[in-house]
């Protein structure tokens, strides 16, 4: 069974809602049968690289509440991520465009650090003081701490294009499925999860889109018998 998620690294609900998922998915009894697939998704597609302000900034400007509302959204947000065991910087923080990280998750992903780096990346912007905004190099030693390749890892960050598509891609299939906010999860296209569910929501998902799987229908060519076709033991042998 596949999951996949979609999630910005901005997104403060991805952090929480990831260890939720992951807490679900760890009492799962066929958690082995189950594979995780991250996806991109931006919440501020065609944000200039440059343009970084405080998160208390960007929450008053873009949902017009006061620095106090902002403040106390924070707290409650370092409350529920305290609750998962995650570390939660409320206060400091800043907020920029995602779209290079999302580049370098698909380099990742291609090398099978995709969980690392995705990890690394969400603690560095949560819970660690030096910004990941604007910051190739910081990128690339997340990178590497992830076990990338950190000359492969800065090639990807200096080319504009590089992963662009993939991203892109992620993004435009999260519109087709409906998605208009993260995190978002999908269980074999057939089920989805919207937002950061307690784990008990995730592990009902999990049960029952996994009870739902249709077995495989085998079409063997009815009264013509099946083909010839070679297995463990060998192959068949064609008879004149």
């Known amino acids: 069974m596949r999951v996949e998620i979609w999630s910005d690294i901005a997104c403060p609900w991805c952090y929480v809602g990831k260890a939720r998922f992951e807490k679900a998915l760890r009492d799962f009894p066929h958690r082995d ?34 620095a106090a509302q902002a403040e106390a959204g924070e707290d409650n947000l370092g409350a529920q991520a305290a609750a998962e065991g995650l570390d939660y ?15 370098l998750l698909h ?11 995705l990890d690394l990346l969400y603690r560095a912007n949560f819970a660690e003081e030096r910004s990941v905004f604007n910051d190739d190099e910081r990128l690339v030693e997340l990178a590497a701490a992830a076990g ?16 662009a598509a993939e991203v892109r891609a992620d993004e435009s299939e999260a519109a087709q499925l409906g998605a208009s906010g993260v995190p978002f999860f999908v ?18 998902a999990l049960t029952q889109a996994y009870g739902e799987r249709a077995p495989l229908k085998i079409v063997d060519g009815g009264e013509a018998g099946g083909a010839d076709a070679c297995g463990p033991d060998g192959c068949a042998v064609p008879q004149r």
């Open 187 to 204: 269980l074999d296209r057939k089920y989805g999860v919207s937002g950061a569910q307690p784990a008990e929501v995730f592990a009902q």
């Open 33 to 66: 049968d189950v594979e995780v697939v991250h996806r991109s998704f931006e919440l501020d597609p065609g944000r200039a690289k440059d343009d970084i302000q405080p998160v208390i900034t960007m929450l008053t400007r873009k949902y017009g509440m006061s």
């Open 148 to 163: 990338l390749d950190a000359a492969g890892a800065r090639a990807v960050l200096a080319d504009p294009q590089a992963y």
């Open 89 to 103: 910087r409320t206060r400091g923080r800043d907020h920029g465009s995602t779209f290079d990280m999302h580049r």
């Open 107 to 117: 380099f990742a992903k291609e090398q099978g650090r995709q969980e690392q780096l």
